[in-house]
């Protein structure tokens, strides 16, 4: 296993999720269609190509990111490109003849504004297109189609075409799935860095989502931290004695496995810098602040932010994660005062809050009116880049 800081990982990189893998395994074999919840970082894109990578028999995995997709026409181009992809349709020569020869006799000239063109002529709309080739596909195998970043691309579409058209594509997709000829082949993943409940609910469409099977990606159990923590001490040809590796998950507290890798490589730096010197609470505490100062892998809390919400609502929750840096905790009534500054009503509040929960900012989790961040990492880059 190597330590891969920020790239998805495969293969031998990557650290079993077995909990995670088995829930949605089931989840697949149930029938249901499923929607990966967890904030940014914590493992969902690792996850989908575990599935993709080993996917159990009688399953064949098409995996999509369409954050780059900005309006209905650009996702579905992925979507059709990537089941008439060479790579996709060389799998599926060993995987499943039928599959594979019904594919390749079917034509698509291409995917326009306007719908699938195919080249006899005929021209679809998307999901009835999607619906047609599925339907016809006397196929053997059961196809898992993940979409990773589908949030973002329902946030796009209302950005830049309008509601109307995010709208449409929810609603296409709800249909999918709910067409049995449909869901009796195909299983649908989505995931996102963003959730897809706020983005859909901020829509007021949340009901086109509710039939999906959330699972919940959680960062690692303590004991499975350890162990990693370990494994990753030995890769990289460090030591660490129990006391500093559990001092270190003090301080990652929020255990998710890219904290604990970019910690691991600051302190080889750090070690490589002084051979003779061991690992202990004070070697651990300036790879921290060795690590704070990549900005790259930071800033996209930031950024996020500022793309999603409207000036008003950035400057609010801009303050409020201003104040839990400095405070480590911030009270609920606190939250409402400086709502009311920004001309936010209690209600609005309250969804930006659950944003900011819901993608992995804060908690109150010991204490329901109380806030705090998940990661003190992000707390510190937070209070040093953005609140200073
Ligand atoms: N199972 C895992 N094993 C090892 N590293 C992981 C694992 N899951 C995540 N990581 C690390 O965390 C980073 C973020 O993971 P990623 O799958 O991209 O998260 P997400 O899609 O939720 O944003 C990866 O680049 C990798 O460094
Ligand atoms: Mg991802």
Known sequence: MKNCVGQVVRGNDFWDRKIELETIWDAIDSGSHILLVAPRRVGKTSIMHKIKDE??????????????????????????????????????????????????NIKIKKVSAFGVEFEDGKTLDYAFAFETLVKDLDIDKKLIIM??????????????????????????????????????????????????????????????????????ILPLLKSEAYKFTNQLCSSVKIEMNKDAINYFL??????????????IQQLKILLREDRKRVIDNKAINEAIDKALEHRSYFESWQTKLRESFSNNEYLFVKEILNIISENNIMEYSQIINIATKHSLNEDEAKDMIHTLIYDGYINNNENPKVYRYNSPILRQWWNKNVAN
């Open 55 to 104: 996917p159990k028999d009688g399953y064949i995995v098409i995996y999509i990111d369409t954050e780059s997709a900005d309006n209905e026409n650009e996702f579905w181009h992925k979507l059709f490109n990537a089941m008439m992809e060479e790579d996709f349709i060389n799998k599926l020569k060993s995987k499943s003849k039928v599959f594979y020869s019904k594919l390749i």
């Open 147 to 216: 979409i990773d970043e589908f949030a973002q691309t329902i946030e796009n579409i209302i950005k830049y075409e309008d509601v109307k058209n995010a709208n449409s594509l929810l609603k296409a997709h709800r249909s999918l799935r709910q067409n049995p000829k449909v869901s009796e082949k195909v299983t649908f993943v989505y995931a996102g860095s963003i959730g897809l409940e706020s983005v859909v609910s901020k829509i007021n469409s949340i009901k086109i989502i509710n039939d999906l099977n959330n699972v919940k």
């Open 250 to 263: 003090g301080k990652v507290e929020w255990l998710i496995p890219f904290y604990i890798q970019l910690l």
